[in-house]
């Protein structure tokens, strides 16, 4: 299955949490972030949580280059604001790790972790609202399987 993105803005928590699933390569993470960024309503400033925990990357460290080159073209490229990886696969994490080693310069500040509550305390979600992000994320997964 080709890689998907779903996202959903979560104003009063000033978040967006973002799923991909399926099989993903550079250029659709790209293509996909372009797509997001281009939303209305997107908010370059919230932080993010990101869920790959359903994804498989098609990548090399290498080629994750390009994606950070493009996000330096995005609104709200290096803000300070923190991005959470959830990833739970050991080649998705080893390469997440890399890529956030490789963002040393970037004033936003992005760690990997293997599970959503560690991910909610990092980008400052209150423990008690763990139910709702674990719905949201439920959401966009179903979506992906419509």
Known sequence: MKGQLRHKILDDLKLIVVHYSGV????????????RN???????LYNTIYDFRDCKFDVKLAEFSRSEEVGQTTPGYNTGKKVALITDKPKETLLLISFVKALHHHKSIFEVFPGISAAM?????????????????????T???S
């Open 143 to 145: 979506a992906d399987h």
């Open 38 to 44: 281009e939303n209305s309503a997107y908010n370059p």
């Open 121 to 141: 305390q990092f980008v400052g979600i209150p423990s008690g609202k763990k139910n709702q992000i674990e719905k949201v994320l439920t959401e966009l997964r």
């Open 24 to 35: 993903l390569t550079v250029d659709e993470l790209i293509e996909q972030l372009n797509n």
